[in-house]
């Protein structure tokens, strides 16, 4: 039975384990550019056997929170080619989440003051944040505007040149398409988001269209060895629901089959909180038989509220890959305490969203000595 210890090669990467950064949205990038203590952050945590950035934007009009990091222009590439960098001279691998937020954004964040752009015109009953004077606090999202069908080819295009410049410019491994947690491409695919009555509204053929012609856009830049996507068939998160989750995401996954990529990586349940929600049920064993099924052959990765057992149970019953959040953010050698049961650092909330070091790169890993006596 394979532990969370065991190397695996997924694509081109030798993954030393199966412990998985998962992406953790953290503002600290001004101006959307990646900064040296982002580096400190990320080479801090290199022994994963996997590091995925917070959600990186892939275009201005994808933007949505402030201070969080892009990948649209040249210093953003140059910022993070210098953390690619520091976590390549420690010997780790870093995918990027490429990000569209659709929806969930604001009018001061959108260029020009525009309205941010959706399958259709209704606003998202969630909050955004925003950071005015130094000082950040949520607020409620804008209205939308339905995005035009001819302006949906710039959008492939976007992400396209965004996993062009991740790989090519910054340096990145890999890259992730985030297709979860109620943004761009899931409120295209769920029904409670997508009204439209073109090619790309109605049937699940139709919803999964964008995300499809993404994908087979990114994987033409990039191969599909080195793409992976986020999926979140169930959960609540920025106000999105689906009437028929479960044939939506094994469509999806079969569709998704003849890719050849690295990985598909599933949220289950409702992100960053219950793993089972009363009124959602969902079969996460039928949506990857359905992916195996149609030939697909990447590593199946899990995420959400996972400890040690519980990962260890879900490699036994057939994730390859386990993806940490909230233990990530707060242990930076969390492979080794896991591997040595040693004691977690618990997160600290007020300072997940903005600010510097503080609750960033000050969560200490265990004493040398001691982790070496463990191990
Ligand atoms: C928390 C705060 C802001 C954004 C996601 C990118 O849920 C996010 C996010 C999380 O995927």
Do not use: C
């Amino acid at each position: 039975m394979p532990s969370l210890f065991d190397p695996l090669r997924v694509g081109p990467w030798d993954l030393p384990n199966r412990i998985v950064m998962a992406p953790l949205t953290r503002n600290r990038a001004p101006d959307a550019i990646p900064t040296p203590l982002m580096a400190e952050y990320y080479l801090q945590r290199a022994s994963a056997g996997l590091l995925i950035t917070e959600a990186t934007a892939i275009s201005a009009q994808g933007q949505g929170y402030a201070d969080v990091p892009g990948l649209y222009g040249t210093e953003q590439l140059d910022g993070w080619r210098r953390i690619t960098d520091a976590v390549h001279a420690h010997h780790g691998r870093i995918v990027v989440q490429l990000w569209h937020v659709g929806r969930v954004s604001h009018v001061d964040l959108q260029p020009h003051a525009g309205k941010p752009v959706a399958p259709s015109a209704i606003t998202a009953k969630t909050k955004t944040y925003l950071i005015k004077d130094g000082v950040g606090s949520f607020a409620p999202t804008s209205e939308p505007r339905a995005l035009d069908s001819e302006e949906l080819p710039g959008i492939v295009h976007d992400y396209r040149h965004a996993a062009r410049h991740a790989v090519s410019t910054a340096g990145f491994d890999g890259v992730e398409v985030h297709a979860a947690n109620g943004y761009l491409l899931d409120q295209f695919l769920k029904t409670g988001a997508n009204k439209r009555t073109d090619d790309y509204g109605g049937s699940i053929a139709n919803r999964a269209r964008l995300l499809l012609e993404v994908m087979r856009a990114v994987v033409g830049e990039v191969g599909g060895a080195r793409t992976g996507v986020r999926l979140s068939p169930v959960t609540p998160a920025n106000d999105i629901h689906d009437d028929d989750p479960q044939h939506l995401f094994e469509y999806v996954v079969r569709q998704l089959a003849s890719l050849g990529l690295a990985y598909i990586h599933v949220v289950e349940g409702a992100t960053g909180g219950p793993r089972e929600i009363e009124d959602r049920p969902f079969d996460y064993a039928a949506m990857r038989n359905a992916w195996r099924k149609a030939g697909g052959k990447g590593a199946w990765m899990v995420n959400n509220g996972y400890d040690k057992r519980l990962a260890e149970h879900a490699l036994q019953s057939g994730a390859d890959l386990v993806s940490f959040g909230r233990h990530y953010l707060a242990n930076p050698d969390l492979v080794t305490r896991l591997r040595t049961d040693a004691p977690l650092n618990p997160p600290d909330k007020s300072t997940f969203y903005g600010g510097g070091a503080k609750g960033y790169t000050d969560y200490p890993a265990l004493a040398p000595a001691l982790s070496q006596a463990l191990v």
